[in-house]
């Protein structure tokens, strides 16, 4: 019981407190952790699972009418990680949450919410991750992908991700390329809106813990927005200073 990460993508088992390139959840769902009951465990030797139901309002504790959200994931066991560089799952998400931030929504599904912000949501989304051991390191590549509604509106998401490290976890690189698609059907018309970019990213590490239990970086990220929902395709670059323990 508590607030954690949604059982849904690469999320559970990734830690991106320190790196500007985040998982697809805080823009497919609008938050990336709720308030939540339930388990977890192992199924067999080769499988885990994560079963929650969630309170459906993110970050802060708040009830207006919501039902929730009931939760599953079904991912491979730790063991392919450490023997193989694999990690891969299946996950769905089903029922009633509340979408406060007005940029995450189509014009269909704010109208429908109404003053209480409760919208209907169904996902069912594929993720996966390899790394590759190299001499000079190790070559990451990420994928989530999902697919759902939104009130009337379908939903696709796609992430892919490239990442190499270096071996002695001084330096790394990172690609990233982004999707967010919106079928929109209000008001008798239909038609879709889309946000998407490229995104790449230098860090330089001070410190760099296996465990993620001391950081110490600085961090270049250039990312191009291709499309976008509301304003302007422009490119943005971010500087970052992080140091955590």
Do not use: C
């Not at 309002?57 to 079904?74: H, I, M, P």
């Not at 069912?124 to 759902?148: H, I, M, Q, V, W």
């Not at 993620?212 to 929902?229: C, D, K, T, W």
Request: no cysteine.
């Amino acid at each position: 019981v508590g607030r954690f990460y949604l059982p849904f993508g690469l999320n559970l088992q990734t830690d991106t407190h320190g790196t500007l390139l985040q998982l697809s959840n805080d823009r497919n769902f609008g938050y990336e952790r709720d308030w939540y009951a339930g388990f977890w465990g192992s199924l067999t030797a080769d499988f885990n699972y994560d079963a929650y139901y969630m309170l459906g309002s993110g970050y802060a504790v708040s009830f207006k009418g919501q039902e929730g959200l009931a939760g599953l994931r079904v991912s491979l066991a730790d063991r392919y990680r450490t023997e193989y560089g694999v990690e891969a799952g299946l996950a769905a998400i089903y029922g009633r949450r509340l979408s406060e931030h007005a940029v995450m929504r189509s014009p269909s599904v704010a109208a429908t919410a109404g003053e209480d912000d409760v919208v209907s949501t169904v996902r069912a989304g594929l993720d996966a991750r390899y790394t590759l051991p190299l001499p000079s390191g190790s070559l990451g590549f990420t994928a989530e992908l999902s697919y759902g509604r939104d009130e009337f509106d379908a939903i696709l998401t796609q992430l892919y991700q490239i990442e190499y490290l270096a071996d002695r976890r001084q330096w790394a690189l990172s690609a990233q390329y982004r999707r967010f698609w919106q079928d929109i059907d209000a008001a008798g018309s239909s038609g879709h809106k889309t946000d998407a970019s490229i995104i790449g990213e230098a860090t330089w590490f001070f410190r760099n813990d296996l465990s993620n239990a001391f950081l110490h970086s600085v961090r270049l990220n250039v990312e191009r927005r291709l499309e976008r929902q509301m304003g302007p395709d422009e490119t943005v670059v971010s500087l970052q200073y992080y140091l955590y323990w």
